[in-house]
């Protein structure tokens, strides 16, 4: 090989490896920062989760009213009555007085002085998609009406938020009630959702369970694997298309 | 090109440093948020929780007000520690915590205050002409002093330790260094009646002179050492004569007044319901010098600020004292309590790595007002 065309070569090579170690260096930082987006939209996710658990703490549906002035009732965070905590007891039944677009969650109450435990809102179910449990501390206000005592255990409340496919439907679903204006997304669904608009049941795959919609819900079946939904509003009612 | 594939390199890696950075700090304000959170509502309701039916706030409360740490409402005792333990080891682990508690209350009260009496016959005595009652006048201010200030005590004119000795290299305090040669006007001089000499425990100008230099008289030598912070610089003083019995009454008078204000000192004049300022021909009071000494007695006190007291009761008496005596002094309460110890003053958590501290107030049922506060120390 003569001299010359030896130099074309080897130049050639060095900017074909010029090219490729740039492109690899533009892919590395390109990655590097989908990462930190993802990694920003999990710690907003994380925060977002803190935030709705202590308003649930804070919430009517498990904490005692106390009268702040004459008109006004406020609840103190965390401080739960054993009465709401009976009431919702093993109901099966999405919370409606906290109400959640983003994931699914059902609430444990776990008494730290007598054992007593309580499941609040839907059942636990790892069915529902990916799950993270908080834990926050609480106390439990006891209507014992045969005793002049009036007890106050500590306990603790576990919260656990589901999500993936399902809770995604069913945020949506909520979402455009609440906002009433149409909206679509698409998903894979992983088992068979249907909801029975009579008895107000959701049932995904084997599971169900009692949702609270805020405005009137059109019957539908979907069957497992992807979709593009359609969510129709129209005159305070929502039908999937 | 060699430079620019070098910059693209450092580039890359520190990008990809940076990114890793970010994560951990990010990783470590989440979880520094999740603890906040946590502490956060333990201590709203931890405060809540009871023991035999008495909320933990309570009992804390009542510990900070009257310092009872195992109080029995009727129930059985409840053992405040044990309580705390119990709920703080339950949350956060044992030896993860520590809760200091400290609570400041505003409290009124009379302090030690400075009484010189004159231990004189008339002072001390019974006289069934004196209305207090059947007290002597010596009784009657015991008894008022007792009631406001119980630590105080009343010093006569006459001892000799603090008042009939010279100390300071000045004239003993008692003295009557002037009645020889220019006693009160009508008072005759080296007069041969007992009731008409210098008398050294009736000096209540020139010992109240004295103790507003000095300060308050004290049990041990130097028996005098100025006047302390806590006790108010008043001089309470009870006679029912002339200064030094003759006088000179205006000259004794205008030294102690003098004295008195340079010192920042006021002297309330306790005037018993009878005085017996001589001269008398009978046993009957001499109207004319009793108003004399009265207006003297007057003069010294509100001169220096402080008031002539008529001592009508104990009672009243008792008022006047507290009236002129009495001071607010904030009186501080505190605890430390972790899994195994309980000290009543503040200490710091040892032996962690990093320590969060969260302050928070406490509701305290005092019947005088109170702010309580707690910090409570996480360990990790």
Redesign the interface.
């Known amino acids: 090989m003569k001299k010359g065309s030896l130099d074309l070569t080897i130049k050639a090579m060095f900017a074909l490896f010029i090219i490729l170690f740039v492109l690899f260096i533009g892919f590395s930082v390109l990655g590097t920062r989908t990462d930190t987006l993802g990694q920003e939209a999990e710690f907003a996710q994380q925060r977002t989760e803190q935030s709705f658990f202590l308003n649930l703490l804070g919430s009517p549906c498990l904490s005692v009213v106390d009268k702040a002035n004459k008109s006004v009732y406020v609840e103190t965070q965390g401080f739960l009555s054993q009465t709401k905590l009976d009431r919702g007891h093993l109901g099966n039944e999405d919370l409606r007085c906290a109400e959640n677009y983003n994931f699914l969650y059902s609430v444990k109450v776990l008494d730290d002085v007598n054992g007593k435990e309580w499941l609040i809102g839907i059942m636990p179910n790892e069915i529902f998609g990916n799950s993270r449990t908080l834990a926050l501390p609480s106390s439990i206000l006891y209507d014992l009406r045969n005793t002049t005592i009036p007890t106050t255990n500590i306990a603790r409340v576990f919260f656990t938020r589901y999500d993936g496919a399902l809770p995604r439907l069913y945020g949506k679903l909520k979402e455009v009630c609440r906002s009433r204006a149409s909206d679509s997304i698409s998903l894979n669904l992983p088992l068979t959702t249907v909801y029975d608009n009579e008895s107000n049941v959701f049932i995904y795959g084997n599971t169900e369970f009692y949702p609270y919609f805020g405005c009137a819900i059109g019957a539908f079946n979907l069957s497992y694997g992807r979709h593009l939904i359609y969510f129709a509003y129209s005159n305070g009612k929502v039908n999937v298309n | ?1 060699a430079l620019l ?1 070098l910059a ?2 450092i ?2 890696i520190l ?2 440093l940076g ?1 890793q950075g ?2 951990a700090e ?1 990783t470590g304000i ?1 979880g520094r ?2 603890t906040e ?2 502490v956060n ?2 201590i ?3 405060l ?3 023991a ?2 008495i ?1 933990l706030s309570e009992l804390i409360g009542d510990y900070m007000c009257y310092g009872d740490n195992n109080p029995d409402y009727g ?1 059985g005792k409840i053992n405040l520690e044990n309580e705390i333990r119990t ?1 703080l080891n ?2 956060y682990g044992k030896d993860k915590w520590i809760l200091y508690v400290n609570a400041t209350s505003t409290t009124t009260f009379v302090p030690q205050i400075v009484i010189v009496f004159d231990g004189s016959g008339s002072m001390v005595n019974k006289d069934f002409a004196n209305p207090l009652t059947g007290l002597t006048n010596y009784e009657a201010v015991y008894a008022a002093i007792r009631k406001v200030s119980p630590t105080s005590r009343i010093w006569l004119m006459e001892d000799q330790v603090r008042f009939g000795t010279s100390l300071f290299g000045e004239r003993p305090a008692n003295n009557c260094d002037l009645s020889n040669n220019k006693a009160d006007p009508g008072m005759p001089l080296n007069s041969l009646n007992p009731n008409l000499r210098p008398q050294t425990d009736e000096s209540w100008a020139n010992v109240a002179s004295f103790v507003a230099v000095h300060g308050p008289p004290l049990d041990n030598p130097p028996y005098f050492n100025g006047w302390p912070p806590d006790v108010p610089k008043i001089v309470f003083i009870s006679s029912d004569e002339r200064a030094c019995n003759i006088g000179p009454t205006i000259d004794y008078v205008d030294n102690a007044i003098v004295k008195a204000k340079a010192n920042g000192v006021k002297f309330y004049f306790i005037v018993p319901p009878m005085l017996y300022a001589e001269p008398r021909t009978t046993s009957a009071p001499n109207l004319a010098a009793n108003a004399f000494v009265y207006n003297q007695m007057k003069r010294l006190s509100e001169e220096t600020g402080g008031k002539a007291v008529n001592l009508t009761s104990v009672a009243e008496l008792a008022i006047e004292i507290e009236n002129a005596a009495r001071i607010q002094k904030n009186i501080l309460r505190e605890f430390t309590i972790d899994s195994s110890s309980f000290t009543s003053n503040f200490r710091t958590p040892q032996g962690a790595k990093s320590v969060l501290a969260y302050p928070f107030p406490l509701p305290t049922p005092c019947t005088v007002d109170i702010d309580a506060n707690a910090m409570l120390f996480i360990k990790s």
């Open positions: 090109m594939v693209i390199v580039f890359a990008s990809r990114t970010s994560f990010q989440l948020e999740q959170n946590y509502v333990n709203q309701t931890v809540y929780s009871t035999k039916g909320p129930t709920r339950n949350y």
